[in-house]
C-alpha cells in the first residue's frame, strides 16, 4: 500500500498560485494519483488524475515527475472559494480497498 | 440527477442503539463505499461493495454491517452505537473500481452520547 505524504496546511493569497506537493516513494506501477478537494460540511470532490508527466483540467494542472515518487497540485489563481482540503491519494489495486485518504492540506486563502 | 444521497443528515443515538444510515446513487455506478471522518482527520474506508450482491471490509469495519440492497442502495448499520462511532459519514459511489472518480454523498453527522 503506497502510503502518501503532504503538508498538513499552507496560506495563500488571492491571485496566487499554489502548489501542494505530495511524496509517494512507494508507487506501485499500476497506481494513478488522485487528488479530491473537500469543503467543510462537504464530502470530497474529485479534482484531478494522471499518470505520469502532466494533466491539465479547467480546475488544476498535476506535475508528475519521471520517477513518479512524487507529484504536485497546482491551482492557479486561487481565490477564496478554493479554502479547502487537497487530498492526495494513490490507488490501490482494486476495488477501493485500502483507499486512503490521509488528513490532506488544509489550504487557507486570505484577501 | 441528484447524485448521491444519505439520510438522515444529523442523528443523535444513546449508546447501544442501532441506526441505519441509508445511501442511494442514481448515476447506475457499480462500486459503493462508505467512509467515516474524525475531526481533523481524513477519511477512512469502512466497507465497500464492487458490485450488486457483493461486499467487503475496509480499513476499519469493526461495529459496522453493510447491505447491498440493489445497485441503488447501500446501507450502513450500526448494531450496538458507541461513543466511539461517534463521526462523519460519507457514502460514495464510482463506475468500476476505486481508480475511477468516486462521488461522495453530502454526510451524515452521528453522534453517539
Known amino acids: 500500500l503506497a502510503k502518501t505524504t503532504q503538508p498538513i496546511s499552507m496560506d495563500s493569497y488571492e491571485g496566487q498560485e499554489v502548489n501542494i506537493t505530495c511524496s509517494h516513494n512507494n508507487i506501485a506501477t499500476n497506481d494513478y494519483i488522485t487528488w479530491y478537494q473537500q469543503f467543510p460540511s462537504q464530502g470530497p470532490r474529485f479534482i484531478i488524475q494522471?499518470?505520469?508527466t502532466k494533466v491539465t483540467n479547467e480546475v488544476a494542472s498535476l506535475f508528475i515527475p519521471a520517477d513518479r515518487k512524487s507529484s504536485t497540485l497546482s491551482l492557479p489563481r486561487v481565490s477564496l472559494s478554493d479554502t479547502a482540503v487537497y487530498y492526495c491519494l494513490v490507488d490501490p489495486d482494486n476495488y477501493g480497498q485500502n483507499f486512503v485518504f490521509g488528513p490532506g492540506t488544509r489550504l487557507s486563502v486570505l484577501p | 440527477n441528484a447524485g448521491v444521497t444519505q439520510t438522515p443528515k444529523f442523528q443523535v443515538l444513546k449508546t447501544g442503539q442501532s441506526m441505519t444510515l441509508q445511501c442511494a446513487q442514481d448515476m447506475n455506478h457499480n462500486s459503493m463505499y462508505w467512509y467515516r471522518q474524525d475531526p481533523g482527520m481524513g477519511l477512512r474506508l469502512i466497507y465497500y461493495?464492487?458490485?450488486?450482491?457483493?461486499?467487503d471490509k475496509g480499513e476499519v469495519p469493526n461495529g459496522y454491517n453493510v447491505s447491498r440492497l440493489n445497485k441503488r442502495e447501500f446501507s450502513l448499520r450500526l448494531e450496538s452505537a458507541a461513543p466511539s462511532q461517534t463521526s462523519v459519514y460519507f457514502c460514495?459511489?464510482?463506475?468500476?473500481?476505486?481508480?475511477?472518480?468516486?462521488?461522495f454523498g453530502p454526510g451524515t453527522r452521528l453522534t453517539v452520547l
Open positions: 460514495a459511489s464510482s463506475e468500476g473500481s476505486g481508480y475511477n472518480e468516486q462521488f
Open positions: 461493495s464492487a458490485s450488486e450482491g457483493t461486499t
Open positions: 494522471g499518470y505520469k
